[in-house]
């Protein structure tokens, strides 16, 4: 169950299957998207394909020296280009690969439109998604929903991505869904319904124990994504912003103009894929060891490293060091601005008082923590009004409330109209009367026992107490405990045995410390294999956009995606 892998065997066989010779790969806005997550350019350089086009590109030359690999999502726009690309065709020969299912009647438009007979093959491949990581994927789509109900393409396109990584993983799942939330059984039914229809596609060998794929809703769990975290790539996406895997530098202070934007894979950068789950201390101490390891080759001009800012120094200094490892000049940039903005922002005091609303059951100390940083003005507007967010949630009925109080100070506090109307819009998104789950209060008694002992025990890092929901629910589903009664079958049958294959999809968007929890579970648990998705994968700010756009406060949307697939 690695969805990495699985995007990369369908790239690969599309570029063995068109044979030797040079070749141009021709995809869309998406399927680029797609691609260059799981390949670096260098990588499809060695294959011999060298040059990148999009299909709606008006301006491309003609060559007919060049095998044409086509990789697009099967709209009726890609379709339509298409077929004026067939008409009057660019290249010699065409290799057509769709990441998802598409119908008889578009595949007989094109063979019509392939007057000069160029195609050599269509082929559907199931690539429909972004593959962030082996465990986790994303449909980079913004704003699924209006109030509690599906914006219509949106229903439709996270059907497609998901049935794509169905197929890509070759799974034929029974299906649970969250109860509370409409939209996820709706999205149950839609899936079911492609798999009805594409029996044949999803004719795969029978295992002991099916495969299960769970439905979850964004809203049951608000909290987790308006945390600061600490752990290194969900620590970048937090405060840098990851956008298929790249980041933008180009605002850090004195930035060297060849790191403006810097690409962050695990699947060809071994420090990345090593840190990315370590926290924000372990990090700048492996940096610093493998400086020191480069130093220990250089007996002359040795200089302590004592410090990032050292460190940025040491890097800058030594060309060669440069060269060598341009990964860690990378590194060194990028945690070096994590490192100024934990600082300029006082990270370290917000992030222990929202690890407190979000763990601890202490209204008294958790109010007068939010009222002392309210009054720090060194706090940015985000990090106050999520503060505000957080105890909204977590005291959301609870008979001393100061909620009142606190929207009156970030009123005195400058802060903008739009910021402070999202602290009602996100109860309004993930409050009490909305989630099916018991967020805030466990209510059984092994839950409340465990919260006990938990607190008993202290914490080994107040930074990282929480853990998310999804950890729980997956906990109960892994031992045969998860509730039919909140997340029911579609359908009649049930599982016997307890899953091992879990497929987990997020409606609204999924978190990078959902995907730490899923990493580790999977790490923990002989046996079970998780793969986790989202319509998106958020960070604060994009999570606010969505709550926003759901509850009607937005007219403005951002859309993107990613698709995966293969017919066999």
Same mark, same amino acid.
């Given at each position: 169950m690695n969805v990495t892998l699985a995007v990369k065997q369908y790239v690969s066989k599309m570029i063995e299957s068109s044979g030797?010779?040079?070749?141009?790969?021709?995809?869309?806005?998406?399927?680029?998207?797609?691609?260059?997550?799981?390949?670096?350019?260098?990588?499809? =350089?060695?294959?011999?394909?060298? $040059?990148?086009?999009?299909?709606?590109s008006q301006n491309r030359d003609s060559m007919k020296h060049l095998k044409a690999i086509c990789f697009l999502r099967p709209t009726k726009e890609n379709v339509e280009h298409l077929i004026q690309e067939?008409?009057?065709?660019?290249?010699?020969?065409?290799?057509?690969?769709?990441?998802?299912?598409?119908?008889?009647?578009?595949?007989?438009? =094109? +063979?019509?439109?392939?007057?000069?007979?160029?195609? +050599?093959?269509?082929? /559907?491949?199931?690539?429909?998604?972004?593959?962030?990581? &082996?465990?986790?994927?994303?449909l980079n789509l913004q704003g699924v929903a209006r109030g509690r109900s599906w914006e219509p393409s949106m229903l439709s396109r996270c059907t497609q991505g998901l049935t794509s990584v169905l197929l890509a993983l070759k799974k034929c799942p029974m299906i649970r869904y969250q109860l509370s939330s409409d939209m996820s059984k709706r999205l149950a039914e839609s899936v079911k319904q492609i798999i009805t229809k594409e029996y044949e596609l999803f004719d795969f060998r029978k295992t002991e124990v099916p495969p299960l794929l769970l439905i979850l809703d964004r809203s049951d769990d608000a909290i987790t994504p308006l945390l600061n975290q600490w752990t290194y790539q969900a620590m970048v996406h937090e405060l840098l912003g990851l956008n298929n895997n790249r980041i933008d530098l180009s605002r850090v202070p004195g930035i060297n103009k060849d790191l403006r934007e810097v690409v962050l894979s695990a699947e060809n950068d071994?420090?990345?894929?090593?840190? $990315?789950?370590?926290?924000?201390?372990?990090?700048?101490?492996?940096?610093?060891?493998?400086? /020191?390891?480069?130093?220990?080759?250089? &007996?002359?001009?040795?200089?302590? =490293? /004592?410090?990032?800012?050292?460190?940025?120094?040491?890097?800058?200094?030594? &060309?060669?060091f440069k060269k060598m490892s341009g990964t860690v000049s990378k590194h060194v940039t990028v945690v070096g601005e994590l490192s100024r903005l934990v600082a300029e922002r006082q990270l370290m005091e917000v992030s222990e008082a929202e690890q407190e609303l979000a763990c601890q059951n202490d209204h008294s100390n958790a109010q007068q923590s939010v009222r002392r940083l309210l009054q720090n003005p060194r706090l940015t507007e985000l990090d106050a009004v999520r503060l505000v967010m957080l105890y909204a949630l977590r005291y959301e009925r609870h008979s001393s409330s100061i909620l009142p109080a606190l929207m009156d100070e970030l009123s005195r506090r400058g802060v903008s109209e739009r910021h402070r109307r999202m602290v009602q819009c996100v109860v309004e998104y993930g409050g009490k009367r909305v989630r099916g789950s018991d967020l805030i209060t466990p209510t059984d008694?092994?839950?409340?026992?465990?919260?006990?002992?938990?607190?008993?025990?202290g914490v080994e890092n107040v930074y990282t107490q929480h853990q998310p929901l999804l950890h729980d629910t997956l906990d109960q589903l892994i031992k045969g405990r998860l509730k039919d009664s909140q997340f029911p079958y579609l359908g009649a049958s049930s599982l016997r045995d307890r899953p091992q294959d879990i497929i987990v999809f997020v409606i609204g968007g999924a978190m990078y410390e959902e995907a730490l929890t899923v990493y580790n579970l999977n790490r923990s648990t002989p046996g079970v294999r998780i793969v986790l998705g989202g319509s998106n994968i958020h960070n604060t700010k994009s999570f606010l956009e969505e709550v926003m756009s759901t509850t009607g406060h937005v007219s403005d949307r951002a859309q993107g995606g990613g698709r995966h697939g293969s017919r066999r």
């Amino acid at each position: 169950m690695n969805v990495t892998l699985a995007v990369k065997q369908y790239v690969s066989k599309m570029i063995e299957s068109s044979g030797p010779g040079m070749k141009v790969l021709l995809m869309d806005r998406e399927t680029t998207s797609i691609v260059s997550v799981v390949y670096t350019q260098s990588e499809i =350089l060695q294959r011999e394909v060298y $040059l990148f086009e999009r299909i709606d590109s008006q301006n491309r030359d003609s060559m007919k020296h060049l095998k044409a690999i086509c990789f697009l999502r099967p709209t009726k726009e890609n379709v339509e280009h298409l077929i004026q690309e067939l008409r009057r065709p660019k290249y010699s020969v065409y290799f057509i690969y769709f990441s998802n299912v598409i119908s008889k009647s578009e595949i007989k438009a =094109l +063979a019509e439109a392939d007057e000069q007979e160029v195609v +050599a093959e269509v082929q /559907e491949f199931y690539g429909d998604f972004i593959a962030v990581n &082996p465990h986790l994927f994303s449909l980079n789509l913004q704003g699924v929903a209006r109030g509690r109900s599906w914006e219509p393409s949106m229903l439709s396109r996270c059907t497609q991505g998901l049935t794509s990584v169905l197929l890509a993983l070759k799974k034929c799942p029974m299906i649970r869904y969250q109860l509370s939330s409409d939209m996820s059984k709706r999205l149950a039914e839609s899936v079911k319904q492609i798999i009805t229809k594409e029996y044949e596609l999803f004719d795969f060998r029978k295992t002991e124990v099916p495969p299960l794929l769970l439905i979850l809703d964004r809203s049951d769990d608000a909290i987790t994504p308006l945390l600061n975290q600490w752990t290194y790539q969900a620590m970048v996406h937090e405060l840098l912003g990851l956008n298929n895997n790249r980041i933008d530098l180009s605002r850090v202070p004195g930035i060297n103009k060849d790191l403006r934007e810097v690409v962050l894979s695990a699947e060809n950068d071994e420090f990345y894929a090593n840190n $990315l789950y370590l926290n924000f201390g372990e990090i700048g101490t492996n940096i610093k060891n493998l400086m /020191e390891d480069f130093q220990k080759k250089r &007996p002359k001009g040795q200089q302590k =490293l /004592e410090s990032i800012t050292d460190m940025k120094a040491f890097v800058d200094n030594y &060309p060669q060091f440069k060269k060598m490892s341009g990964t860690v000049s990378k590194h060194v940039t990028v945690v070096g601005e994590l490192s100024r903005l934990v600082a300029e922002r006082q990270l370290m005091e917000v992030s222990e008082a929202e690890q407190e609303l979000a763990c601890q059951n202490d209204h008294s100390n958790a109010q007068q923590s939010v009222r002392r940083l309210l009054q720090n003005p060194r706090l940015t507007e985000l990090d106050a009004v999520r503060l505000v967010m957080l105890y909204a949630l977590r005291y959301e009925r609870h008979s001393s409330s100061i909620l009142p109080a606190l929207m009156d100070e970030l009123s005195r506090r400058g802060v903008s109209e739009r910021h402070r109307r999202m602290v009602q819009c996100v109860v309004e998104y993930g409050g009490k009367r909305v989630r099916g789950s018991d967020l805030i209060t466990p209510t059984d008694a092994v839950a409340i026992t465990k919260q006990f002992f938990k607190g008993l025990k202290g914490v080994e890092n107040v930074y990282t107490q929480h853990q998310p929901l999804l950890h729980d629910t997956l906990d109960q589903l892994i031992k045969g405990r998860l509730k039919d009664s909140q997340f029911p079958y579609l359908g009649a049958s049930s599982l016997r045995d307890r899953p091992q294959d879990i497929i987990v999809f997020v409606i609204g968007g999924a978190m990078y410390e959902e995907a730490l929890t899923v990493y580790n579970l999977n790490r923990s648990t002989p046996g079970v294999r998780i793969v986790l998705g989202g319509s998106n994968i958020h960070n604060t700010k994009s999570f606010l956009e969505e709550v926003m756009s759901t509850t009607g406060h937005v007219s403005d949307r951002a859309q993107g995606g990613g698709r995966h697939g293969s017919r066999r």
